[in-house]
C-alpha cells in the first residue's frame, strides 16, 4: 500500500519577497476587509480612510453626473463636510452644482493631474477645493461614460506622481465598480425583501379563501392539506352546501403558481360561489357548475393571459351517498373500496378559461361505506426527484392500495401520500403548488 506524499510546507517569506512589502501586506489586509462588506456606505468609508493612509492624501471630493442633463452634478462626497452623507439613501441632501472645474473635468471625462493648482474663489466648488495645490481627477466609468468623478486633493504642489497615474486610474474604477455593484445588490435585497412582504400579503388573503375549517358534512369524515410552491398559488378547494342537504366539492388548479395564478384563483373562488349562492334545487348538476365557471373565466380573461383553470366538481348526497361529477383537465380522484382503486374519469373535458363554448358533461357514481375519495393536483403527480423523474400516477396508486380502508383515516392516508412524496423527491424543491383533499365515507 502507498503512503500518501504529505503535502510541501508553505515557502518562506524572505526579505525580498513581494508579500513582506508593508504596502502589500496592507493592500491585501485592505482587499480582505472589502471582500466581506455587505454596505456600500460603510466600504467607501474604509476604503477611503485606507487608502488616504496608504498614499498619505490630504483632502478628497466626488462629484456625479448620474441622472443629471447637462451641466448639473452632484457633489458626493468630501472630507470638507463635518458630516458624511449617504448618496444612495440621502440623496436629497447632496448639493446640486453646475460649472466651474469639478464640471468641467466630469463631462470632459479624462483622468487629469495638476500638480501646481490654484483653485478659484468664484469656482462654486471653491469650499471642497480651497487650500489645495495639486489634484488627481479619475472618471469613474459606467457603460463606457465617465459618470462620477473622483479627485484627490494635497495641500502641496507636485504632489502626484504621474508615473502611478494609471495604477490609480485602474484602482479607482475598480473599487467603484465594486462599490456600484454592492449598492446595488443592496437595492436589489431591498426591492425583493418588500417584494416577499407583498407576496406573503397575497399569499395570506389567499390562504384565507380556503376553508379555515373543513364542515361537517354528513356521512363525511375529511382531511386537507395545501401548500404553495412560493408565497402565493394557484390551487384552490372548496365545499359548498346546496339544496336538499346536498355539498359541492371543488379542486381546482390555476396554471403556473405565484402571484398571476393567485389572482386568478381568487376570481374563481368569487365566481364558484356566486354560481352556489343563487343555485336553485334544480339546478345542482356537476357540469352546471363547470359551464359557468368556464363562461366567466373565459369572459374576464383573453387569449394573451394564457392561464387556465383544471378543476373537479362532485355533488355529494348524504342521504343516497350519490356522488356526480364533473372534470374539466383534472387529474381524476382516486377511490378506494377495499382493496380496489377506482380513477374517477368517465367524464371530462377541457380546462377552464380555454374556449367559451366548451361543453363539460356530468357522470355518477354509488359511494359506499369504508370508500375513501382522495382529490389531488397534478403538483403531487408532477413532482420531480433529483434526477428530473416525475412522481407519476402509478407510483400514487400504488400508495393508494396500500393504505385503503378500513384502516387508515384521511389524514393518515394524506400523510402517507405525503411522505411518500417526500422519499421519491429527496429534498428537490416543489416548483407546484400542492393539494390533497380525502374524503371517508362513514
Known amino acids: 500500500m502507498s503512503v500518501p506524499t504529505p503535502p510541501p510546507p508553505p515557502p518562506e517569506v524572505s526579505a525580498g519577497s513581494p ?3 508593508p504596502r502589500v501586506r496592507d493592500m491585501v489586509e485592505l482587499v480582505r476587509e472589502l471582500s466581506a462588506q455587505t454596505d456600500a456606505q460603510q466600504m467607501v468609508r474604509d476604503f477611503g480612510d485606507r487608502f488616504r493612509q496608504m498614499f498619505r492624501l490630504e ?10 442633463e447637462a451641466p448639473w452634478y452632484r457633489v458626493t462626497r468630501s472630507t470638507a463636510w463635518e458630516h458624511k452623507i449617504n448618496p444612495w439613501k440621502q440623496s436629497d441632501l447632496l448639493p446640486l452644482m453646475q460649472g466651474g472645474l469639478l464640471g468641467r473635468l466630469l463631462y470632459d471625462e479624462q483622468p487629469v493631474i495638476d500638480n501646481n493648482f ?9 469650499e471642497h477645493l480651497k487650500g489645495h495645490r495639486s489634484f488627481m481627477a479619475v472618471p469613474h466609468y459606467d457603460a463606457g461614460r465617465g459618470l462620477n468623478l473622483a479627485v484627490n486633493l494635497d495641500p502641496e504642489p507636485g504632489a502626484f506622481d504621474p508615473l502611478t497615474f494609471a ?18 445588490a443592496q437595492k436589489l435585497a431591498e426591492a425583493n425583501a418588500a417584494l416577499d412582504a407583498e407576496l406573503k400579503v397575497v399569499g395570506d388573503i389567499q390562504r384565507s379563501l380556503l376553508p379555515q375549517t373543513l364542515p361537517d358534512v354528513p356521512r363525511l369524515t375529511m382531511a386537507a392539506h395545501y401548500a404553495t ?4 398559488g394557484g390551487d384552490y378547494y372548496d365545499l359548498f352546501p346546496l339544496p336538499d342537504g346536498r355539498w359541492g366539492i371543488l379542486v381546482a388548479d390555476v396554471s403556473g403558481h405565484g402571484t398571476p395564478a393567485a389572482v386568478v384563483m381568487a376570481a374563481t373562488h368569487a365566481i364558484a360561489h356566486a354560481y352556489t349562492h343563487d343555485l336553485a334545487a334544480d339546478a345542482c348538476q356537476p357540469c352546471g357548475m ?5 363562461q366567466r373565466l373565459t369572459g374576464r380573461y383573453d387569449a394573451d393571459t394564457v392561464m387556465f383553470v383544471t378543476a373537479f366538481y362532485g355533488v355529494f348526497n348524504p342521504d ?13 380522484p382516486r377511490l378506494c373500496r377495499g382493496d380496489q382503486l377506482e380513477h374517477l374519469d368517465a367524464v371530462g373535458g377541457l380546462p377552464l378559461g380555454v374556449t367559451p363554448d366548451s361543453d363539460y358533461h356530468s357522470a355518477t357514481t354509488t359511494l359506499e361505506p369504508g370508500d375513501e375519495l382522495l382529490l389531488f393536483t397534478d403538483g403531487i403527480t408532477e413532482a420531480f426527484n433529483p434526477q428530473r423523474q416525475q412522481y407519476g400516477d402509478a407510483r400514487l396508486d400504488a400508495v393508494l392500495r396500500g393504505n385503503c380502508p378500513p384502516e387508515p383515516t384521511p389524514a393518515e392516508t394524506i400523510r402517507a401520500v405525503l411522505d411518500d412524496v417526500a422519499a421519491f423527491t429527496n429534498g428537490t424543491a416543489n416548483d407546484d403548488d400542492r393539494t390533497l383533499l ?3 365515507v362513514e
Open 118 to 126: 490654484h483653485p478659484d474663489p468664484d469656482d462654486p466648488a471653491y
Open 290 to 294: 363547470l359551464t359557468y365557471l368556464n
Open 59 to 68: 483632502g478628497f471630493v466626488a462629484v456625479s453626473r448620474r441622472g443629471l
Open 167 to 184: 495604477d490609480r486610474i485602474l484602482t479607482h474604477n475598480l473599487f467603484g465598480r465594486a462599490t456600484n455593484h454592492l449598492a446595488t
Open 19 to 21: 508579500a513582506a512589502d
Open 320 to 332: 343516497t351517498l350519490e356522488l356526480a361529477y364533473a372534470a374539466a383537465g383534472h387529474p381524476p
Open 229 to 232: 410552491a412560493t408565497r402565493a
Open 438 to 440: 380525502a374524503l371517508r
